[in-house]
Each structure stands twice: as C-alpha cells, then as structure tokens.
C-alpha cells in the first residue's frame, strides 16, 4: 500500500532537483514510497557533502580572522607612525 501524500504545500528544493533529474524517481519516492536501491552511495554523498560544508566553513572563519588581523596590523601601523612622528 502507497504511503499518503505529504499533507503540506510546501516543496523543497531538493525535490524540485529531484524531479527536474528524474520525474519518475521523485514519483516513485514521494509518491510511492519506494526506496532508493543504492542508499549506501546516498549516504556516502551526505557524508562528503557534510565535510565539504565544514571545511568551507571553517575556511570563511579563517578568512574573517585574517582579514581582522589585517586591520589591527594597519591600525597598530599607523599608531606607531603617529607616535614616531610625534603626533599626539
């Protein structure tokens, strides 16, 4: 027996990309509720694609430290050039 359809309107982008790849794929899944043969491979793709998120993550963080340590080098570099000129 089909599982009911989902009682929400809303669609996800996932399955627009689903069934814009495979309408008879989406059908089967969402509709249908048969499930994927190869979940081994899916599950390997969200691992990879957790990973990739967490190293793009840690390199936007990387990049926000290095871009305020840049500032605090050019803020230090001008206090010692008005300091050496002797302005105060």
């Known amino acids: 027996m089909a599982p009911e359809p989902p009682e929400t309107d809303v669609i996800r982008a996932s399955e627009i990309g689903e069934y814009v790849y495979c309408a ?10 048969v499930e994927s043969r190869n979940s081994a491979a899916l599950q390997h793709g969200q691992r990879v694609h957790d990973q990739h998120g967490r190293a793009v993550a840690r390199f936007q ?15 230090t570099g001008l206090l010692a050039a008005l300091l050496a000129l002797g302005v105060r």
């Not at 871009?67 to 080098?73: E, I, N």
Request: charged letters at 10%; hydrophobic letters at 65%.
């Open 61 to 75: 963080m990387q990049q926000r430290l290095a871009l305020a340590l840049v500032g605090l080098a050019l803020v």
């Open 24 to 33: 008879r794929a989406w059908w089967l899944h969402r509709l249908q509720g």
